[in-house]
């Protein structure tokens, strides 16, 4: 089984343009998300998945630096867009990241694969209900039924979701949820803001040196001996569908 993580990838983001080349410690974050994204075990490639506006070249150029596997398609249907990068890749199973996570902890990534693996669900995910901090989120369904879904859904939301037309219609779909004893939703380390950016270049700046392949535990130890830093963007609105 052909297992593609693909990473949704622009340059123009509406709250903090530009933000997935941002620098900490001279290294972009997209290329740290494609680090840690790199150490999933049970994914066979990674691929990011732009688009065709100009805006988006640099994102291009840091992908061949990166030596990533890069696919451009709509801008706004990012539904087609994730279809055509499965489709270009022979992707059997699809992984959907979106490249404002670069803290994510490729584990979790295990997790949610192994999750479907094991039966059950025809769509999986770890962030439909509360439980892992936001900017852990991972999706895990079929190429087939990712290329059923960009040929029904019609809504516009759900073009540009990619999986709403799913998880909307459990009578349906099989869902499958990745859960967590201890939940940990209120933590915010998604990058979305500038202070967003702010926190994770503290984090970055703090752990990645000494531990580079990090995860998910050493954040939360590192939040516990510092708590005032969660109060940076502890004012910052998630966006919701629609926004």
Known sequence: MNTVIIVQARMTSTRLPGKI??????????AYLVERLRRVRLADRVVIATTTNDSDLPVLALCEQLQVDCVRGPEHDVLARYDLAARAHGADLVVRITSDCPLLDPAVVDDAIALYQAGGADYVSNALRPGYPLGMAVEVLSAALLARTAAEAR???????????IYRRPDRFRIGHLERETAHGSERWTVDTAQDFELVRRILEAIYPSTPAFTMHDVLALL???PHWRDINASVQQKTLGQ
């Open 21 to 30: 080349l941002m620098q900490v410690l001279g290294k972009p974050l997209l």
């Open 155 to 165: 809504a516009p939301e759900e073009r540009e979701h990619v999986t709403p037309f």
């Open 224 to 226: 516990d001996r510092h």
